[in-house]
């Protein structure tokens, strides 16, 4: 569970981030492969894991997101959120236990 996130810093389960990027229950430090973008490269490893992608584009929405990823989530038929950063962290935290989830949430911007 996502348990709160600030401006600069995500906890999740105890463990603080900046981003995360979360498969099925398992966080990790979310480093940008491009600078304010969630790229194609970056949930590559969620396709075939997960059933939902969660994407938080930061506090003020301003991450873009790939229509590469839009794609190779619809191929999959994987459902794909892009929300801001607090609107991702309410729906992340309503779908955990209900779906397995990707997500990559980002704390500023």
């Known amino acids: 569970m996502i348990e709160s996130v600030e401006y600069g ?3 999740y389960n105890g463990e603080r981030f900046k981003d995360v ?6 966080p ?10 969630i ?19 930061g506090q003020e929405g301003l991450v873009a997101v790939e229509k590469e ?3 190779a989530c619809e191929k999959k038929h ?3 959120h892009i929300e801001q950063t607090p609107t991702a962290v309410r729906l992340y935290n ?8 990707g997500a ?6």
């Not at 979310?30 to 600078?35: L, S």
């Not at 990559?104 to 911007?109: A, F, N, V």
């Open 78 to 80: 994987i459902h794909v």
């Open 39 to 57: 790229t194609l490269d970056d949930v590559k490893d969620m396709l075939d894991e997960v059933d939902v992608i969660v994407l938080g584009t």
């Open 69 to 71: 990823v839009i794609n």
């Open 104 to 109: 990559i949430i980002h704390s500023t911007c």
């Open 21 to 26: 990027k979360i498969i099925n229950q398992q």
């Open 9 to 11: 810093e995500i906890i």
């Open 94 to 101: 309503e779908l955990e236990g209900h779906h397995i989830i």
């Open 28 to 37: 990790h430090e979310w480093i940008w492969k491009k600078d304010h973008t």
